[in-house]
């Protein structure tokens, strides 16, 4: 517990971790969204998805008056994030999709057995 409380004092006023710290959590939940609920985003989604958020986060900076906030949100309502975004999304998606395929291969071809195998023996 120490040591996150060190890491959140030593980064708490620095941009970079708060536009990490979005990007994770905007990604982490798009991931959610898009296997629990079957959602499907398009590029024009995502874009107003962080345009949205990143006026949020200077909406909040300024009501704080906290100037790395506004940075950061500033940052994040930029064409170039949203369009990192958007190509982050689309290979974590791409690689989920690769392993749902390759773990239907495995299945049909019988290797959910072999954990099992190796437990009797």
Do not use: P, R
Request: glycine residues 4%.
């Amino acid at each position: 517990m120490k040591i996150l409380k060190k890491l959140w004092n030593a980064n708490k006023n620095k941009v970079n971790f708060w536009i990490s710290l979005v990007t994770f959590v905007l990604i982490l939940s798009l991931t959610y969204a898009k296997f629990k609920f079957a959602l499907s985003f398009t590029t024009a989604d995502l874009t107003l998805i962080t345009s949205a958020l990143g006026s949020f986060i200077i909406f909040i900076g300024n009501v704080l008056n906290n100037k790395i906030l506004v940075e950061a949100g500033q940052s994040i309502d930029s064409t170039e994030f949203g369009e990192k975004i958007s190509e982050t999304t689309k290979a974590v998606f791409s690689v989920q999709a690769d392993l749902s395929k390759l773990k239907k291969e495995l299945d049909q071809k019988g290797f959910q057995n072999i954990g099992e195998d190796k437990k009797q023996k």
